[in-house]
């Protein structure tokens, strides 16, 4: 646990600190009264109500669109199915950027639905609300259905033939069986819509601000350090109390019930209500996820003279941005795949270190250290990418004109996926084959390396697509400390929209266009290799 305690502390913990520490400190001493100024203000009210009461609308509105997914993903045999569950999962991974332009494409104005009938949602809370769907969809169906498909059925059909109803049986026992999975599904995205940050900022326009969105206005913008700090303990204090929650869920789920192998639950659908059922979900899919996705490659070949390669190929100029960057934003991809690749060795080696520590130990230190692991997740990404400015600063951390600066904001977002995807598995290796390799003579280093490496070997290569996925796509932190001729994808798509004129606005789409098939490679690679379905992510 030293190695990933130290760098948590040093990149994570430090920053964050810091940060709050300059906000409420003066002259050496902590001001806790500018806690109840900030919080008393009716600007500060209005974004702490917005940004719970839209967390609640969005995870409400998840659960009621991809619980039937998540059936259709466990219980149905169809073709295609695979190909089908890696897509739904492609918004996950997708940087909130993409997401945010994707509905903007879709919603804004001369976007599809305005140009065919006059409709824009964008400013308005319903873009909001859809994109957090599309972005969380996948949460649900992968949460909830992986217990889902693992569930015994005869214990339904036992119901079903001591006379329960469909819903008795759905009732009293299904729905007990499922709601460990289903609280830690919608904990999470709640998590994620109450840190919402790209989808807010581009859609949600002047009226809308979230607390991320806040504290990046307030620190960026206002450079009211005070403010920002008390929103980001705000925050922190949310977010502590539903990875706490969380916590609790997860290991009520892991015990919930004796599973099963998947092979053994999924049939064809049979019944026009099933076949119903499953032409709702790929209804729903097409229109939720397909569609965006769809219109945002629409908009990047849509050129004033015709559908083209225009905008791909202005990419390539750094004049034809209008002086947007220093350097064609063409560089931004290389610049993003290099820092991924190496942001994902790191979380590789962090992450895997936390995941063998916590497989050894047990008590309640090492699970609040798991809890820990996942703050990043949730905790003001804004905050941690302004702390690495004034605090990475003097030797021998003196790291702000480095390279390494934005790679290490990235690992910090793709250890809690290395954890979550490995720990399952190292927790299922018998520690009696430890035992007789180490009986036979074999040091702890080669027992790892001959017993457990050869079982974890898929769930590393998983760990390591996931860590790069979500590396690639990191906007909030990178925001800060990405150097204008060294920009990343997101970046480069935020600082395109943040100005007007068709071509920015098409070189956006284009760049969007990319990450976004980068992503979905990723994840069509994934699901090649993966063994496990009934994890988290």
């Known amino acids: 646990m030293a190695v990933p305690v130290a760098f948590f ?35 500060i009210i209005d974004v702490l109500w917005f940004t719970t009461w839209q967390a609640l609308a969005s995870t409400a509105l998840t659960l009621l669109i991809a619980l039937p997914g998540a059936y259709v993903f466990a219980r149905f045999d169809f073709p ?41 949602l964008d400013t308005t809370v319903w873009a909001i609300l859809l994109a957090h769907v599309f972005f969380n969809y996948a949460v649900v169906v992968r949460t909830v259905g992986g217990l889902w498909s693992q569930m015994d059925p005869r214990q339904e059909e036992a119901a079903r033939v001591l006379g329960a109803g469909r819903l008795a049986v759905w009732r009293r026992v299904t729905l007990p069986a499922l709601a460990p999975a289903v609280a830690a599904a919608a904990l999470m995205v709640f998590l994620f819509t109450f840190t919402s940050f790209g989808v807010v900022q581009i859609l949600g326009g002047p009226a809308y601000s979230t607390l991320e969105v806040e504290i990046y206005r307030q620190t960026a913008q206002l450079l009211d350090l005070p403010t920002a700090a008390v929103l980001t303990l705000v925050q922190f204090a949310a977010v502590g109390g539903i990875l706490a929650v969380h ?29 119903a059922l499953l032409g709702g ?38 004049d034809a941005s209008g002086s947007t960057f220093l350097v064609p934003p063409l ?17 590789l080696v962090v992450g895997g270190l936390a995941a063998a520590a916590l497989t050894r130990r047990a008590g309640p230190l090492v699970r609040g250290f798991d809890a820990l692991l996942m703050l990043p997740l949730g905790v003001s990404a804004v905050t941690v990418g302004f702390g690495f400015l004034i605090t990475l600063d003097k030797p021998p951390l003196d790291l702000r004109t480095s390279w390494i600066l ?16 490995m720990l399952p598995v190292l927790r299922a290796v018998d520690d009696r ?46 925001v800060f400390i990405a150097r204008p001729d060294n920009p990343t994808l ?48």
């Not at 916590?247 to 076949?275: I, M």
């Not at 934005?406 to 995807?421: E, K, N, S």
């Not at 050869?454 to 998983?462: E, F, I, K, N, T």
């Open 9 to 43: 502390a040093l990149f994570f913990a430090y920053p964050v600190v810091a940060i709050v520490g300059r906000g409420l400190k003066t002259d050496g001493a902590w001001q806790f009264g500018r806690i109840g100024t900030v919080l008393s203000r009716p600007d």
């Open 490 to 537: 997101p970046v480069a798509v935020a600082r395109l929209l943040g100005r007007s004129g068709e071509l920015n606005y098409g070189q956006a789409m284009a760049l969007s266009t990319i990450l976004m098939l980068v992503c979905a490679v990723s994840l069509l690679l994934l699901e090649r290799i993966r063994t496990d379905r009934s994890g988290e992510f």
């Open 80 to 120: 295609g199915k695979q190909l089908l569950r890696a897509l739904v999962t492609v918004p996950f991974v997708l940087p909130t950027v993409v997401v945010g332009t994707a509905f903007l494409a879709l919603l804004g104005r001369g976007g599809f639905l305005d140009e065919l009938w006059g409709i824009r």
């Open 281 to 318: 979900v790929l209804l729903t899919v097409l229109l939720l996820i397909v569609v965006p996705l769809g219109v945002l490659v629409e908009r990047s070949l849509d050129t004033s003279g015709g559908y083209g390669f225009g905008f791909y190929r202005a990419l390539q100029s750094a």
């Open 247 to 275: 916590t609790w869920t997860v290991r009520r789920r892991e015990t919930a019930l004796k599973l099963v192998d998947p092979a053994q639950t999924s049939r064809r659908p049979h019944g026009a209500g099933q076949w």
């Open 433 to 478: 084959l430890r035992e007789a390799a180490a009986v036979l003579g074999a040091s702890p280093l080669r027992a790892w390396r001959e017993v457990d490496l050869p079982l974890v070997r898929r769930a590393v290569l998983v760990a390591a697509g996931f860590a790069f996925a979500v590396s690639l796509g990191e906007f909030g932190a990178t």
């Open 406 to 421: 934005v790679p290490l904001a990235q690992a910090l977002v793709g250890v809690p996926f290395v954890v979550r995807t």
């Open 331 to 347: 560089d931004a991809i290389g610049n993003s795949l290099r820092y991924a690749l190496v942001a994902t060795l790191i979380a």
